[in-house]
């Protein structure tokens, strides 16, 4: 099947001069800089968040809608992963948040597997399908999203390695050690 660029050269440019124009409140924080090219370097999760929930938003909006073809399919599945997303990210959760947070991630998986037919999902979609029982059972995800990670750090800092990479610390230790740890 042939690849076709959903995002080309020509919509990048044209979101990075939207870009340029939007003002963004000061708590946003940083911004990131032409997303999508080699020298964007790789961003982090609040920089994709930002990026997709301001500035893709505005400039797709803007842009696919009248561009015919399957376009306006496409940014109507990304607004589903965009009201999704922004509502996995609330600091309150209620039982209504959460109903709504399922209805827009199955609509966004729904419409992914229609429009991309080629495509099959990944891990991560098929977790976010459970993220909002998590969300119901843990609250807001800004208070737990990290832990499971801190946690895994924290266990890999109590390796004794001497101060040396790869000489005592091969693959079945850490596999050992996370087995013990997770068990």
Known sequence: ??????????????????????????????????????????????????????????????????????????????MDLVAATELASLRTVTPYTTTLYEKYLRSYLEGHKKLFLDKRFVPNQHTALHLGEMLSMFGPIHAWRTYPFERYNGMMQTINTNSKIGSSLNFSQVSETQRAHFI
């Open 1 to 78: 099947m042939e690849k076709t660029a959903i995002l080309g050269k020509g919509t990048l440019n044209a979101i990075w001069a939207d870009q340029n124009s939007i003002v963004t409140p000061s708590w946003l924080g940083r911004t990131p800089t032409y997303p999508g090219s080699a020298q964007a370097g790789s961003l982090k999760a609040d920089e994709w968040r930002s990026f997709c929930s301001i500035f893709l938003v505005f400039s797709l909006g803007r842009m696919w809608p009248r561009k015919g073809g399957r376009f306006p399919a496409l940014f109507n599945n990304f």
